[in-house]
């Protein structure tokens, strides 16, 4: 959702003082949306998009955001920004879970033990973890990966914190067997 897009969102707006406020809100904040958004995915087109993502979220809460005061629908325009910037980072790394590139990644910036490493090869912890079921590769991924906490990793899958500990260090159990290791993965 590139800046072309934006004036179209406005005009998909039915009604005509919604419309006007968002227009405001989009005048008075787009620099500062955009600056928030550039600093976190370091990116012109990504931020761009966050920008227009956050519009349109924003438009499902015009009735919040005209009860605020100023200073309060500047941070919380910033926040949603901010929310927004983040989950297309994170949705882009889950992207990359999925190839091969992130498998290497994995395996390459040392969140797998390096004994395992040297011992086994990428090419033997990539099938290894290609092996796993859908649930431990999961969750493997969003700890070493996407370095998220057993908390952060039950809020996304659903479970509670210490289902997430169990998971993992199953899945950590199965990982070293596969690999024919005795030691369970840090």
């Known amino acids: 959702m590139g800046n072309a897009l934006i004036p179209l969102i406005f005009l998909l ?3 005509e003082d919604d419309r006007r406020f968002l227009e ?5 904040y787009h620099r500062l949306m955009y600056a928030q958004a550039l600093r976190i995915t370091r990116n012109p087109q990504a931020a761009e998009d966050a920008v227009s993502d956050s519009l349109i979220a924003l438009t499902k809460k015009i009735s919040v955001l005209r009860g605020l005061e100023c200073n309060k629908l500047r941070s919380y325009v910033v926040i949603t920004v901010r929310h927004t910037a983040i989950s297309q980072l994170n949705r882009k790394k889950r992207e990359r879970i999925d190839g091969d590139v ?4 994995l395996a390459g910036q040392g969140h797998v033990d390096d004994r395992l490493l040297e011992q ?6 990539r099938d290894a973890i290609r092996s796993l ?14 370095e ?3 908390e952060e990793i039950a809020a996304e899958t659903g479970l509670k914190p210490v289902s997430v500990r169990v998971h ?3 899945a ?3 990982l070293a067997r596969l690999l024919g290791g005795k030691e369970e993965l840090p």
């Open 13 to 15: 707006m039915d009604d």
């Open 24 to 28: 405001s809100v989009y005048l008075d």
């Open 102 to 105: 992130a498998i290497e990644d």
């Open 120 to 125: 086994a090869g990428v090419e033997r912890i």
């Open 133 to 146: 079921s859908a649930r431990e590769k999961d969750l493997m991924m969003m700890r070493y990966f996407r």
């Open 148 to 150: 998220m906490t057993d």
């Open 168 to 170: 993992l260090s199953r």
């Open 172 to 174: 950590r159990k199965n």
